[in-house]
Structure formats: C-alpha cells, structure tokens
C-alpha cells in the first residue's frame, strides 16, 4: 500500500510548502483538492482559505505547475479531490482533461445528500442516470470517477454503494473506502465492505471519529453526536482495517484526511509512522 496526504487537511500550507515536507516522511503521493473559489476568505481553515487547495475555475491552466511541484518531489498525484455533483459534466471532464495533464488516473465526484422529505429511490435513479454519462467521460480520458462512502449521502455504506456502481465498468467508477466517515453514518463489518466492493474499491480516506454525550434532557435522555478524533483514539481500529484491506489483496492509496485537533506538523509525521507500524 501507498500513502498520501488529502490536502484539505493541511489549510495553512501552501501545495510549495506541503510537498516539501511529505516526501522525507515516506509520503508517496499527494491527493490535492480541487474546489469552486467564490471569493478570497480571509479565516484559514479545512473549510474556508484553504491555501493548500486548487481553484477549479483554474486548474487547467495551473495543470503543469501542478505536475510539477508534485513532481519534483519524486511524489505521484494519486487523485483530483473536486466536489462536483456527478450532474456537472462539463465541469467534470474540464477535470478529467486536467487529471490526463498531470498523470493522475482517477477524479473524486459527489453523490447527492439525502434528507427526509426527499425520495431516495428518486434520488438513487437520477444518480445512476448520471453516472451512465460520467462513464463514458471516464472511458474516453482513461480517468476514474470515484464516488466517497459519505454520511448523510444516498451512499454512507459500502453496501449502498456497492448497489450504485455495481452496473458499470469498475475501470470507469470506483468507490473511495471511508471507515472515519462510517463512524457517523454507515458502518459495516468492514471485511464485508471490503469484500464486496471488490474491484470498485479504489482509494481509501484515513482519519478516526468517535461519539460523544452532547447533552441530556430533563427526562434523562442522553444524546449524543459523532465528532472527529485523533487517529490512535477513535473509534475505527485501523490494525484491523489494514488487515481486511490486505487480506483482499489492495494495493492502492491510503490517503490521510485528519480532521483532529492535532497541530498539522503532527499529524503529517504521527500519522504515517503509526499506519506503517501496522502493516
């Protein structure tokens, strides 16, 4: 197995600064996230003034310099992390056509968010008609679309995934493996996940969430909400993933996506030292 950085997880960094410090730290690629920039924000964080992430309005353009600072730390770009709904389609293959730039052979598309009120079975249907289209972009750049196992998202478990993509080519469409999101939402026996995603599993997202009491009301009702955790004190026991990930033979990217407390200097470092004592 490989390992990488999601970018999104480094916001004070610049993509200069980041690549320089993953390389001799046994970092072998770099996932860069590719967002819509609507205005320049000011406040710094995962979220908003991002510096460590790509405009999409830009991208094509910055394609080669991309190529290469990435390159020129003898790192692989392993994925395009956009937010694109799998609607987009102009959009998409404007990244797709960047993503052949950069030799980077997969793209990460959003599946819709479900919310009572709404008709998955009407929401899954639209997804796939959409993704018929998404194939074909795929087949002609040699790109894979990837598609995130999401809490709150029609796809939050492997199972509801796996029934998405099952009718395409797994060339084409591939699934990203997220057990810190399956926490929220989702989980499963996570060799069972693995299992059957089989050749759709195509990246896997490294980060560890946990529940937590958030209050208790005047008849004694305890509730409680799924927040993120430093990746030794979650919930997901990453041994036993890379075990299951092993045991089916995957040899892709484990991509960190730490959202913890811990300073990012840190967790670049404590991170991959701690997965690769596990394997």
């Not at 770009?77 to 959009?91: F, S």
């Not at 479900?114 to 997804?127: A, H, S, V």
């Not at 299951?244 to 040899?251: H, I, N, Q, R, S």
């Not at 990217?253 to 913890?260: A, P, R, V």
């Amino acid at each position: 197995m490989k390992y990488s950085i999601f970018t999104v997880m480094a916001p004070e960094f610049t993509p200069e600064e980041l690549v320089g410090k993953l390389a001799p730290l046994g970092y072998d690629g770099v996932e860069w996230r590719v967002v819509t920039v609507l205005k320049k924000e000011k406040e710094i964080s995962f979220w908003s003034g991002n510096k460590c992430s790509f405009s999409l309005q830009t991208l094509e353009e910055k394609a080669d310099y991309v190529k290469s600072i990435t390159e020129k730390e003898n790192l692989e770009i392993c994925n395009l992390a956009t937010y694109l709904k799998v609607d987009e389609l102009e959009r998409i293959e404007k990244v797709m056509q960047a993503a052949k730039v950069v030799a980077c052979p997969q793209i990460r598309v959003s599946t819709p968010f479900y919310e009572r009120g709404l008709n998955y079975n009407d929401l899954f249907e639209k997804t796939q008609e959409s993704l018929k289209k998404v194939e074909k972009l795929a087949s002609k750049y040699g790109i894979k679309a990837l598609l995130e196992l999401h809490m709150g998202s029609i796809i939050p478990s492997a199972s509801a995934a796996y029934r998405l993509v099952s009718l395409f080519d797994p060339d084409c469409i591939g699934v990203v493996y997220d057990p810190g999101n399956m926490v929220y939402e989702g989980y499963e026996n996570w060799q069972m996940g693995i299992q059957l995603l089989g050749e759709y599993l195509a990246h896997v997202h490294v980060k560890n969430s946990s529940w937590a009491i958030e209050k208790k009301d005047e008849n004694g009702i305890f509730f409680w909400k799924p927040t993120s955790a430093r990746l030794k004190e979650g919930i997901v026991e990453w041994k036993q993933v890379m075990d299951d990930l092993k045991a089916v033979g995957y040899e892709g990217y484990l991509s960190f996506e730490d959202f913890s407390d811990v300073p990012t200097e840190e967790k670049l470092a404590e991170n991959i030292e701690y997965l690769k004592s596990l394997e």
